[in-house]
């Protein structure tokens, strides 16, 4: 019976997983097309892509709120303030204020996306962290695919007041399905009364480990050289390869497929390899691919090279939320999560607003070209120079149980 309620508890948490992120994708597709749709000006749209974006910069607030508190009750409360917030964006039309209630719906969001990333490992036990980081992924990049193929075929038939109601519907689901979610409860510190004060612990946690400060590193390098790809992609396909609308959806949905297929073998691929074998491989190859791409005319050869690209980078993502989940001790998983975000959103707002300037002055195959092998070196340096690994240190759940219980009695 135990087995059972164990298996229901992990199986809610999925579902409530997967609502959450359709819910966030289905209602950023459908407010982008909102956006233009009043303004016509794709200027606005970017703004509007920005104000989504900046809140990220608040994830270390959300965690150590998060860390003070129940997380399964701050799921709940923002689930239901985002659904609250919704209904009133369905109310306006100026686009001021669409701009103004979007920020405060995007910091909620920014709030159940750190929250949720640190039930996971919570919920789902240390030696299965590879197959529920897998299944995450999973409904993650499902949520990604869906979202907006249903967005497109809805938002010609309803009006957005609708479509609101309906994503209002999902987040009220969503507060309801966390009520069926047991988590192991985390002890709260009289020293955690106020969590503001607890914000810079996220930073100093990271710091002083050496596993977590590598998984920085590489994700300012990921975010830094190819967090330009979004933007970059539809230049790259309807101009460097002189394709159509249908091929550019066709070269993303590869890319979804690619995705789902690298979290499927990432569990697979951990029993084979060590967990900085995976991270480093799977991102070399996913750099080199993407410097690639600028050199392939080729419509179908790009195709293929690109969904190959996020299965590999895909199956390495899955390793490195393993390492990072068993990296991080459960009181401070929200903080140090929160931090973790803060730490890497500058880098990725650089590159979508360098990235597209460049793309513009020297041409979108110079700018693949030229991420691509940056990242690979930087890869490089980090690896040889940087990683907790250069001195063969294994990579197991028993390292990042030490540096827990060290940085515990410090």
């Known amino acids: 019976m135990k087995q059972i309620t164990k298996k229901q508890n992990v199986n809610n948490f999925f579902v409530t997983y997967v609502l959450s992120a359709f819910g966030y994708e289905f209602i950023f597709f459908i407010m982008t097309v909102h956006v233009y749709d009043i303004t016509?000006?794709?200027?606005?749209?970017?703004?509007?892509?920005?104000?989504?974006?900046?809140?990220?910069?608040?994830?270390?607030?959300?965690?150590?709120?998060?860390?003070?508190?129940?997380?399964?009750?701050?799921?709940?409360?923002?689930?239901?303030?985002?659904s609250v917030m919704l209904f009133f964006l369905s109310l306006v039309n100026n686009i001021s204020e669409v701009y103004a209630l979007w920020f405060c719906i995007s910091i909620m969001l920014t709030f159940i996306m750190n929250v949720r990333g640190t039930l996971i490992a919570e919920i789902i036990p240390a030696e299965k962290y590879h197959t529920g980081n897998s299944v995450i992924l999973i409904l993650l990049n499902a949520a990604k695919l869906l979202a907006p193929l249903i967005g497109g075929l809805v938002v010609l038939k309803f009006q957005i007041n609708v479509l609101l109601y309906a994503t209002c519907i999902?987040?009220?689901?969503?507060?309801?399905?966390?009520?069926?979610?047991k988590s192991e409860k985390i002890n709260v510190t009289a020293e955690k009364i106020n969590p503001m004060k607890k914000i810079p612990d996220g930073f100093k946690y990271i710091k002083d480990n050496n596993y977590l400060?590598?998984?920085?590193?590489?994700?300012?390098?990921?975010?830094?050289?190819?967090?330009?790809?979004?933007?970059?992609?539809?230049?790259?396909?309807?101009?460097f390869l002189a394709g159509n609308d249908s091929q550019y959806g066709f070269f993303m949905t590869l890319i979804g497929l690619g995705s789902i297929a690298g979290s499927l073998a990432g569990p697979w691929l951990a029993k084979k390899r060590k967990n900085n074998q995976i991270i480093l491989w799977g991102l070399l190859i996913h750099f080199t691919s993407f410097a690639a791409l600028g050199l392939i005319k080729n419509y179908y050869l790009a195709c293929l090279i690109v969904m190959l690209s996020f299965a590999v980078f895909y199956a390495a993502l899955v390793s490195i939320h393993t390492l990072r989940d068993q990296s991080t001790q459960a009181s401070i998983r929200g903080s140090v999560y929160g931090s973790v975000?803060?730490?890497?959103?500058?880098?990725?707002?650089?590159?979508?607003?360098i990235g597209g300037y460049m793309a513009e002055k020297l041409g979108v195959a110079l700018v693949l070209i030229f991420a691509g092998i940056s990242a690979v070196i930087c890869l490089l340096f980090i690896t040889y120079l940087l990683s907790p690994f250069k001195n063969n240190i294994k990579s197991s759940i028993d390292d990042g149980l030490l540096y827990n219980s060290e940085w515990s009695n410090k």
């Open 170 to 181: 999902i987040y009220i689901v969503t507060a309801v399905m966390s009520c069926f979610i």
């Open 341 to 353: 975000l803060g730490l890497l959103t500058p880098a990725g707002i650089c590159s979508m607003l």
């Open 40 to 82: 016509k000006s794709a200027l606005n749209v970017s703004l509007f892509a920005v104000l989504t974006y900046l809140p990220r910069f608040f994830s270390p607030v959300c965690g150590a709120i998060a860390d003070r508190f129940s997380r399964l009750n701050v799921l709940r409360i923002i689930a239901l303030a985002t």
């Open 213 to 239: 400060k590598y998984l920085v590193y590489v994700g300012v390098t990921w975010r830094l050289f190819l967090g330009l790809q979004v933007s970059l992609f539809i230049i790259y396909v309807k101009t």
